[in-house]
């Protein structure tokens, strides 16, 4: 397969970041969009070079001309969207967080190995290069002590909700928070690295509408400690950090795996920062994007059904994890109902 035909599922600024990242690997074409609205789904899609486009997501997923289709839609619509594409033998790659919580996420684990269809979690960070040089230089560090994330942005929404008007970051029935919009962020390179942790104890601020606006998180492991920390009503520049006892790795700002480097403890700064092979894009870090839809793309052509980096067996232990998250903060939502 040298071309992979995208369809994509949503029009919002994630899939045209989606699309833009796309766009600069050889053999990604935009073949379709899906959208409530025929009318909202072709001004979509001509504006990025699509031929076809479906308010019948159904009819979408049964058309021979797609390979793939790549789900942003709301949170709480990833597990049965998923389900119908691969039920009609299209491979799929999912917007983070995966699924509400980690019972859909094994349905849709389920769907995929029964289709024998590729099933990937978009979660770009730990698709990137700079990621893969922190892993490639833990073996500095001396025995691990502390990973601590730090993911704390002030969201323009925010404004909006202190003002009265609730919009989709905010709402529990659509499975939004800050857990899951941006805590996932902290809690996926920590599987990654570590596994699953042993425990876990978990705080958060809750707003009116019932979502968490903040919260916190410290995980024990055998040797070592995680502590994470996530806002979407408060703002952070604090680095993250992975603490061993000869030294430390910081990660400038792990929304995108940015700069990163390993601080000796007896003296000396080393950049591990990789050189891309993409340019940065000013608005919006679009190269850690690239690195996700590369991955799958990359598993697709080789004919895997999994991703060897974003694996599904990492995808549920985070899911696991949000479920204890939210069970200690009292977070429930409507489609854990269903």
Same mark, same amino acid.
Request: overall charge negative; glycine content about 6%; proline content about 2%.
């Given at each position: 397969?040298?071309?992979?035909? =995208?369809?994509?599922?949503?029009?919002?600024?994630?899939?045209?970041?989606?699309?833009?990242?796309?766009?600069?690997?050889?053999? =990604?074409?935009?073949?379709?969009?899906?959208?409530?609205?025929?009318?909202?789904?072709?001004? =979509?899609?001509?504006?990025?070079? *699509?031929?076809?486009?479906?308010?019948?997501?159904?009819?979408?997923?049964?058309?021979?001309?797609?390979?793939?289709?790549?789900?942003?839609?709301?949170?709480? &619509?990833?597990?049965?969207?998923?389900?119908?594409?691969?039920?009609?033998?299209?491979?799929?790659?999912?917007?983070?967080?995966?699924?509400?919580?980690?019972?859909?996420?094994?349905?849709?684990?389920? #769907?995929?190995? @029964?289709?024998?269809?590729?099933?990937?979690?978009?979660?770009?960070?730990? #698709?990137?290069?700079?990621?893969?040089?922190?892993?490639?230089?833990?073996?500095?560090?001396?025995?691990?002590?502390?990973?601590?994330?730090?993911?704390?942005?002030?969201?323009?929404?925010?404004?909006?909700?202190?003002?009265?008007?609730?919009?989709? *970051?905010?709402?529990?029935?659509?499975?939004?928070?800050?857990? &899951?919009?941006?805590?996932?962020?902290?809690?996926?390179?920590?599987?990654?690295?570590?596994?699953?942790?042993?425990?876990?104890?978990?705080? *958060?601020?809750?707003?009116?509408?019932?979502?968490?606006?903040?919260?916190?998180?410290?995980?024990?492991?055998?040797?070592?400690?995680?502590?994470?920390?996530?806002?979407?009503?408060?703002?952070?520049?604090?680095?993250?950090?992975?603490?061993? +006892?000869?030294?430390?790795?910081?990660?400038?700002?792990?929304?995108?795996?940015?700069?990163?480097?390993?601080?000796?403890?007896?003296?000396?700064?080393?950049?591990?920062?990789? +050189?891309?092979?993409?340019?940065?894009?000013?608005?919006? +870090?679009?190269?850690?994007?690239?690195?996700?839809?590369?991955?799958?793309?990359?598993?697709?052509?080789?004919?895997?059904?999994?991703?060897?980096?974003?694996?599904? @067996?990492?995808?549920?232990?985070?899911?696991?994890?949000?479920?204890?998250?939210?069970?200690?903060?009292?977070?429930?939502?409507?489609?854990?109902?269903?």
């Amino acid at each position: 397969m040298t071309t992979v035909r =995208f369809g994509v599922v949503g029009t919002s600024a994630i899939t045209e970041w989606f699309i833009k990242a796309g766009k600069k690997l050889d053999g =990604f074409e935009i073949k379709a969009v899906y959208s409530r609205s025929i009318e909202k789904a072709e001004e =979509f899609g001509k504006k990025h070079g *699509a031929k076809l486009f479906f308010d019948d997501l159904d009819a979408m997923s049964k058309c021979d001309e797609i390979d793939a289709i790549y789900i942003a839609s709301p949170n709480f &619509m990833h597990k049965e969207q998923a389900i119908l594409c691969m039920n009609n033998g299209k491979n799929v790659l999912c917007e983070k967080p995966f699924a509400t919580n980690k019972r859909d996420a094994e349905e849709m684990v389920k #769907c995929a190995r @029964e289709n024998k269809v590729l099933l990937m979690e978009e979660m770009r960070l730990t #698709c990137t290069p700079n990621f893969q040089s922190v892993k490639n230089n833990l073996c500095k560090l001396g025995t691990i002590r502390r990973y601590s994330a730090n993911y704390c942005q002030y969201s323009s929404r925010y404004d909006k909700f202190k003002e009265g008007i609730v919009l989709n *970051a905010f709402k529990r029935e659509l499975s939004n928070g800050a857990l &899951m919009d941006i805590g996932v962020y902290c809690i996926h390179p920590m599987v990654n690295l570590f596994g699953r942790p042993n425990s876990l104890k978990a705080n *958060a601020v809750k707003l009116s509408t019932g979502v968490d606006g903040e919260g916190s998180i410290i995980l024990e492991y055998d040797d070592m400690l995680a502590d994470i920390r996530y806002s979407k009503i408060t703002h952070s520049n604090i680095p993250t950090e992975i603490q061993g +006892e000869d030294g430390s790795i910081v990660v400038d700002k792990i929304s995108t795996f940015g700069d990163v480097r390993v601080e000796y403890r007896k003296g000396g700064v080393e950049d591990i920062t990789a +050189e891309l092979e993409v340019e940065k894009d000013e608005k919006f +870090e679009v190269d850690s994007i690239y690195f996700a839809v590369k991955e799958f793309m990359k598993s697709l052509r080789g004919g895997k059904k999994e991703s060897d980096i974003n694996t599904l @067996e990492n995808t549920l232990i985070v899911m696991e994890i949000m479920d204890e998250v939210r069970r200690q903060i009292d977070l429930v939502y409507p489609a854990d109902e269903n």
